[in-house]
């Protein structure tokens, strides 16, 4: 008996999906439960199981396309059924991902892929391999093989074994050994920070200007959202992908819809730095994740909204909805992307098990783990802008919360202290965007001096 | 405890050993009246006569092969050689008879016998007084070497090779003889053959060394550890056969690079064998190639200044060697 598989819904809110790839090939088995396609919505990729076991029949939709919920996009032939299906028409065979070919690109994108060959060799050193090849396809190939040859040829036995041992590939590291060799403890560097940390790696030196371009961006599917911006190109239309069109809608009608008010503090944060500098040797040690700043402020913040009930609630055209928990959403910036996961019960961690939950979460989004769970739920943002030397920012609320606040870089001071004298001191500023529609300026600058006072009060001393 | 150098070191352990065995005896050139050109075993003579210190000609081969005599009929001599130089001669009587006597009377017949000899260079010696030979034996199964670099080392060691039964090679530096001060335990004890001692612990790159070089390397990798926060391991071999594998494996496992160092030429050398057992052993556990830093394979030290200087290394280039290792 045939069973026709249709997009699954992957959230609430989801109304479509994107088949990001197939994992079997028509004429592939798949036992029930067993992954068989990669589906991508809003920001979240999940990998679909089999819901029946049987022989993958036909595939529907091809990859990069995105359908509605409940479209058909495959057929599975039950075990022990007799095969009334037609075997994979000819046609079929082009959206099969053979194994180490590129993946095939939808025909909406193939021109633009075409178009890119030629510029990719102008403008790249490291493509003009590519030019040399016959067709696209293959040079990419030929270019991904060549990488892996050169990554192998410089990598020693220890390298070796230990990235066999971790599951980490090792051209996704990035090499602080002679000529940016990598070296063995490199290898183990990533393997404690989590399987995601290699990907993590590997996005972050792949944003990097200087970073070798990576040949997969050409070839990739639209729908893998990493590779998007690996290499713009100057005349060039990048496709949208999933992620990237439900960002801009969302930003969009959250900048149109919840009147922005945005309003500034400037925070010692001089005794929180210190108890921050003296608890991290040891927080890193016993945890493996570094200690930063964000589970103080996440905390500081958390006190202020159970001060301010208002700063935790949504707007809704019946009335102000003030919620229930306080989830705390930490906006995570990835080199195409933008992801919120969220701390759920964030009033009932403490410094330390913030820490956790945030380093865990940012792995994850890293590695693009994250689930729909994980992104859901959030009823105030916090964003650590400061992290990348900023200043002062002016960010958008996420839709559903009635504010942001953001967390500026951390600079040395001089500042009139007690008496008229100058000190220096540690200062960051604190920005907060507040929907008008929920709180005014009386409440939200309530908010931010509470924030403020609590943050100054935190250290030198105290328990994570 | 008593502060020693290293010649204190040896005088006294081989003092002792004369104290409490009257097996014990020590035959070789300039040894008696002369009490040796190190002055190792000055008035030896007359306190234990000259039945039990022998003043021998000059003929390193009759040196070995009486001893060998000695040793197989239930003495224990304690034969020098007075430079590692002069040895020679006397290999057929440490190769051919010394090495081979267990083997060769299907266990009869043991040969309990201490070789002694001061090798090296560094002092000035040129052509005939700078040799290190331990490469020539190390090839010999049924020999024992041992070149500890400190007098508590000296002093356990060599008290181990006097009981041993079987041949025992003892090196002794030169020129660390009068260099190289340090605290020796009181009282009788023994240090086992082919125990390697880890000198200091380090993370990113193993140092092994022996004798003279240990000294610098481990100097090195202070100096390289305090001022760039490169940690080094340094592991003295003290006995160079039998090989310590284990202690040698541990640390190439931990630091994943390894540097051998050694005066000796490099060809052929103690560090070639230790190199090829890490290959055989732990090759998925190095993180870059073997790197040996070893005499250059030249006849011999020149006397001129500038040629020993080119012949022997220095704690710099040791902790150049050690630095790009650890930054590879």
């Given at each position: 008996m045939a069973t026709t598989i249709t997009m699954p819904q992957l959230g609430e809110t989801v109304t479509e999906g994107t088949v990001a790839q197939w994992l079997k090939k028509p004429g592939d088995s798949v036992e029930k439960y067993e992954p068989f396609v990669e589906v991508s919505t809003d920001k979240v990729n999940a990998e679909v199981p089999a819901p029946v076991s049987g022989v993958l029949r036909e595939i529907l939709v091809k990859e990069g396309e995105t359908v509605a919920t409940g479209t058909p996009i495959a057929v599975i032939e039950e075990v022990g059924a007799q095969s009334s299906a037609p075997a994979p028409a000819p046609a079929d065979a082009s959206v099969q991902p053979a194994p180490h070919a590129p993946t095939p690109v939808t025909p909406a994108f193939a021109p633009t892929h075409a178009d890119r060959s030629p510029a990719a060799t102008a403008f790249s050193p490291g493509l003009q391999v590519a030019s040399s090849a016959t067709n696209g396809h293959g040079a990419c190939a030929a270019a991904d093989a060549g990488s892996l040859e050169a990554a192998l040829r410089k990598a020693s036995p220890a390298v070796r074994r230990l990235a066999r041992e971790h599951h980490i590939d090792i051209r996704t590291l990035k090499g602080t050994g002679a000529h940016g060799r990598v070296t063995a403890a490199d290898v183990l560097a990533a393997a404690q920070m989590g399987p995601s940390a290699a990907v993590g790696q590997a996005i972050a030196s792949a944003a990097a200007p200087a970073a070798t371009p990576t040949r997969s961006t050409v070839s990739a599917?639209?729908?893998?959202?990493?590779?998007?911006?690996g290499e713009p190109i100057p005349g060039t239309l990048i496709p949208l992908t999933q992620a990237r069109r439900i960002i801009a809608e969302r930003m969009v009608e959250s900048k149109h819809t919840a009147p922005h008010a945005w309003s500034m503090v400037e925070v010692d944060v001089t005794t929180l730095w210190a108890w921050r500098e003296r608890e991290k040797a040891r927080f890193e040690r016993e945890t493996g994740y570094k200690l930063t700043l964000l589970p103080f402020f996440i905390r500081a913040v958390v006190e202020s909204l159970a001060r301010f009930p208002l700063m935790n609630a949504r707007f809704t055209p019946d009335g102000i909805y003030v919620e229930k928990d306080v989830n705390i959403g930490i906006a995570v910036g990835l080199p195409t992307n933008l992801v919120v996961p969220v701390i759920k019960h964030a009033d009932t961690l403490s410094i330390k098990g913030l820490a956790l939950a945030a380093a865990e979460l940012i792995d994850r989004a890293r590695k693009g783990k994250l689930t729909v769970d994980d992104l859901s739920g959030g009823t105030f943002t916090v964003n650590n802008n400061g992290a990348n030397g900023s200043y002062a920012s002016a960010p958008i609320i996420n839709a559903g919360q009635a504010g942001i606040v953001t967390m500026e870089a951390v600079v040395k001071k001089p500042v009139v202290v007690e008496n008229d004298a100058i000190a220096i001191r540690q200062m960051m500023n604190v920005c907060l965007s507040l929907d008008h529609r929920v709180v005014d300026g009386y409440i939200a600058s309530g908010f931010l001096a509470d924030l403020k006072k609590r943050l100054e009060a935190m250290g030198p001393d105290g328990v994570l | 405890m008593a502060v020693m150098n290293n010649v204190e070191a040896v005088r006294a352990t081989l003092y002792d050993a004369l104290k409490n065995d009257e097996r014990t005896l020590i035959l070789g050139e300039d040894v008696g009246a002369r009490g040796n050109v190190f002055l190792i075993t000055k008035d030896f003579i007359n306190e234990f006569g000259p039945e039990r210190i022998i003043d021998t000609p000059i003929a390193e081969a009759s040196i070995a092969g009486i001893a060998v005599g000695m040793a197989m009929e239930g003495l224990r001599p304690i034969a020098e050689i007075q430079f590692a130089d002069f040895i020679y001669p006397a290999f057929n009587q440490i190769v051919g008879e010394a090495a081979k006597i267990r083997y060769r009377s299907n266990g009869e017949y043991t040969c309990p016998l201490v070789i002694r000899t001061p090798y090296g260079g560094g002092v000035r010696g040129a052509l005939s007084h700078s040799v290190s030979v331990e490469a020539l034996f190390y090839h010999v199964p049924g020999l024992k070497i041992v070149a500890p670099a400190f007098p508590a080392d000296i002093k356990g060691l060599l008290n181990t090779a006097i009981d041993d039964p079987d041949p025992v090679l003892f090196l002794e530096h030169k020129k660390t003889y009068r260099l190289v001060k340090g605290e020796v335990p009181d009282g009788h004890y023994t240090i086992p053959l082919g125990k390697a001692n880890v000198l200091k612990p380090g993370t990113q790159v193993t140092a092994i060394s022996y004798g003279l070089y240990v000294h610098w390397a481990l100097e090195a990798a202070r100096k390289l550890e305090d001022e760039e926060g490169i940690s080094v391991e340094v592991i003295d071999l003290r006995s160079i056969r039998p090989m310590d594998k284990t202690t040698i494996l541990e640390s190439v496992r931990k630091t994943r690079k390894v540097l051998i160092i050694h005066e000796d030429n490099k060809f052929g050398g103690i560090g070639a064998e230790i190199s090829a057992m890490i290959a055989e052993e732990a090759l998925f556990d190095l993180d870059a190639p073997i790197r040996r830093l070893c005499g250059p394979d030249v006849p011999a030290m020149g006397y001129a200044l500038p040629l020993e200087e080119e012949f022997m290394s220095s704690p710099d280039e040791m902790a150049a060697a050690m630095r790009e290792l650890a930054r590879f």
């Open positions: 599917p639209p729908a893998s959202g990493t590779s998007t911006y | -």
